[in-house]
């Protein structure tokens, strides 16, 4: 167990909807990254908060967003799903303000079907 | 661009045989950190190795060892005394920009 945790655990829904994804870092890790991991790929890194802040951006759709709260919960938020988006999605959180792989402990990960 | 790229899509070993997954990459820094990460059915995200840029000697952790070769880009794993446990996908990753290669699917074999 890392500490991080992500909710929901699954999630199903239609194409052009809109689903929020929740992860808690660990208990004093100011950093939180999210990763899109398609079937059978390796990881998309899409964006990383630190303390609130956006830190860096990867690969990440105009479709989705995140943000992350003053208790350092981070939500993302996808909008008009697609086929496509149907992947895992992880959350991982650190101390450092990153990158940090090292650092990174990863939750167990969403994985969401878009029919 | 930094890459990394992993040509291998699927692998098998028997087991306690020993076995390489290749990885190379692509990056204009100087110095960063090259990893080899486990993702079981389970699907958890578990970080076997690591390797600094700077350092020449080569990590190693257990059974785990890379071989890291600097000027060709070059960081592969080597899996000695292959156990049924080991079967998963393996990652590598290089955190300059947190690229993670396709990844290679290791079967062992009894």
């Known amino acids: 167990d890392s500490g991080v945790t992500q909710t929901p655990k699954h999630l199903i829904t239609a194409t052009g909807q809109r689903v929020t994804l929740r992860c808690s870092p660990r208990?004093?890790?100011?950093?939180v990254y999210w990763y899109q991991q398609s079937l059978d790929q390796g990881l998309q890194f899409l964006i990383q908060?630190?303390?609130?802040?956006?830190?860096a951006k990867g690969n990440i759709l105009e479709r989705f967003s995140a943000q992350q709260f003053p208790d350092l919960h981070s939500e993302l938020n996808l909008s008009s799903l697609e086929l496509g988006d149907s992947a895992l999605y992880f959350c991982?959180?650190?101390?450092?303000?990153?990158?940090?792989?090292?650092?990174?402990?990863f939750g167990p990960g969403t994985r969401l079907t878009v029919l | 661009a930094q890459t990394v790229t992993q040509s291998q899509p699927e692998m098998s070993v028997q087991e306690a045989e020993t076995v390489t997954l290749s990885c190379t990459y692509d990056?204009?820094?100087?110095?960063?950190?090259l990893f080899w990460y486990k993702q079981p059915p389970s699907r958890q995200m578990i970080l076997v190795i690591r390797?600094?840029?700077?350092?020449?000697q080569n990590a190693t952790e257990n059974r785990f060892s890379v071989n890291f070769q600097k000027a060709a880009k070059s960081f592969s794993l080597k899996i000695s005394d292959s156990q049924l446990g080991d079967a998963a996908m393996y990652f590598c990753?290089?955190?300059?920009?947190?690229?993670f290669g396709k990844g290679t699917r290791l079967h062992i074999l009894p």
């Open positions: 991982a959180s650190s101390v450092v303000p990153g990158p940090a792989l090292n650092e990174q402990f």
């Open positions: 208990s004093g890790d100011l950093s």
């Open positions: 908060y630190y303390n609130g802040e956006e830190r």
């Open positions: 990056t204009s820094e100087s110095d960063y950190y």
């Open positions: 390797q600094e840029a700077y350092k020449q």
């Open positions: 990753a290089l955190d300059d920009k947190i690229i």
